[in-house]
């Protein structure tokens, strides 16, 4: 107070760690002098301290602790009471404890962020080492070596990504006899119609067969173009602009001339996507074709209902052999497998699981075939079984549809290795062929 003229100081939490509880030494006394200058202020008028006493109470009040240390450890200013010792004590060995708490901290970070480096190293040499006898010994004897016992322990463990490509090629084949030349035409034709799409279109609806027809394959060639700015969209490299738009664009086109009796179905992009990432342009096309012409591929895209019922039965004798429990309060709260595993199959499981994963995923899946797509479903019902037990029928519906982002590699190859898919002495394509 300084002439009589009422000043407010807010104290925060800081100012009071430093300053510590006022000692209530000679505030009666101020209290009685504030009162009497108070009163006198209102009879007599304002009564405005001089400049200098109030920059003097100002550079005294206001200041800003320049560190954690000076709002600790500093003394009081000068016109408040003096800190205990006992107070100043235990401030000090409050700091202390901060910055000991502090340093465990950065040591344990370091510790974490040393371990990730260690086991990234790992990893990179162990992909390495793999890379090179796949190189070296398996891909010149293909024939002779991918069946063998430790090939196919290898093949679990994941292929290297420097050879991903050429494995999946040599696992999937070319029973369609599909050459680059094809690939050629088929794009050529492609983008002939892409040119004459709105200048062949009908100015009215037609109603004969033809039109239909027409009308169909256009739909299916624009569904391209909106389907390709959905895939992958975290990766920016599919939408237009991006490198590998065209590309996609392309792969699709030329798949949709190739089997006009398919068309293009959504869910094909991230297929074809995931096969551009790993091989050339011809390379993907004719591995893109020969996937999709497989029996359980096939049976999906051309939405034939009495095979996909089929393959769900079949689904459903090894989920109750595997998991009794889940599979019990999935049918009570009549959740059926076509509710996640449709998405799941439609895309051989690239949109639905992280990428990396995904493609691990595959490349088992070109080893076992369409078995191991379900398997990796019972897989996941597997790892996530206690969550899933505690859930509803809406609950469960949108995990299953939306699987968290990040799921480790190795737990859920565990979980998979875990399934069993035998069921009374039948395998899968045994119950499949039994359950049509």
């Not at 010994?137 to 990504?161: A, F, K, Y």
């Not at 992280?354 to 369409?370: M, N, T, Y």
């Not at 549809?401 to 590699?409: A, C, E, F, N, V």
Request: charge should be neutral; proline fraction near 6%.
């Amino acid at each position: 107070i300084a002439g009589c003229h009422q000043t407010h100081t807010v104290l925060d939490r800081n100012t009071l760690i430093r300053w510590g509880p006022l000692r209530p030494r000679g505030a009666t006394i101020k209290l009685k002098a504030w009162r009497e200058c108070e009163t006198k202020s209102s009879r007599d008028g304002p009564s405005l301290s001089p400049p200098s006493a109030r920059q003097s109470v100002r550079r005294n009040l206001d200041f800003e602790p320049l560190s954690t240390t000076a709002l600790i450890l500093e003394d009081r200013p000068s016109n408040l009471p003096a800190k205990p010792a006992e107070e100043a004590q235990k401030h000090r060995q409050q700091y202390e404890e901060m910055v000991a708490q502090a340093k465990k901290r950065e040591l344990k970070e370091a510790q974490k962020r040393r371990k990730q480096l260690e086991d990234r190293c790992k990893l990179e040499e162990r992909i390495g080492s793999a890379a090179q006898t796949w190189n070296q010994e398996i891909l010149p004897n293909w024939s002779t070596t991918c069946t063998t016992r430790w090939v196919r322990d290898l093949w679990w463990q994941g292929v290297p990504p420097s050879v991903r490509g050429k494995v999946w090629s040599l696992a999937v084949g070319n029973e369609l006899n599909i050459t680059h030349e094809l690939y050629d035409i088929c794009l050529a034709r492609a983008r002939e119609k892409w040119k004459t799409m709105p200048s062949a279109a009908p100015a009215e609806p037609e109603t004969d067969d033809a039109g239909s027809s027409l009308a169909d394959r256009e739909a299916s060639l624009e569904l391209i173009k909106l389907d390709i700015s959905r895939t992958f969209p975290h990766l920016c490299i599919f939408q237009q602009g991006g490198p590998y738009y065209d590309v996609l664009h392309s792969i699709l086109g030329a798949y949709t001339c190739y089997r006009p009796d398919v068309g293009y179905v959504q869910g094909m992009s991230f297929i074809a996507a995931v096969l551009i990432l790993n091989m050339d342009t011809a390379d993907a096309f004719i591995a893109f074709a020969n996937l999709l012409n497989k029996p359980c591929q096939m049976a999906f895209f051309r939405v034939d209902h009495s095979l996909m019922l089929t393959y769900f039965a079949a689904f459903e004798v090894f989920f109750e052999e595997n998991l009794p429990k889940l599979f019990a309060h999935f049918k009570e709260n009549k959740l059926t497998p076509d509710i996640y595993l449709i998405d799941w199959i439609f895309t051989l499981y690239s949109k639905s699981l992280p990428l990396d994963l995904a493609c691990r995923v595959w490349d088992v899946f070109c080893r076992d075939g369409d078995e191991f797509l379900f398997r990796v479903a019972l897989g996941i019902l597997r790892m996530y079984e206690d969550v899933l037990t505690r859930m509803d029928f809406i609950h469960n519906a949108q995990f299953l549809t939306r699987l968290p982002d990040l799921i480790p590699s190795d737990q859920l190859f565990s979980h998979i290795h875990a399934v069993h898919m035998t069921s009374r002495n039948r395998k899968w394509a045994q119950v499949s062929w039994w359950a049509r």
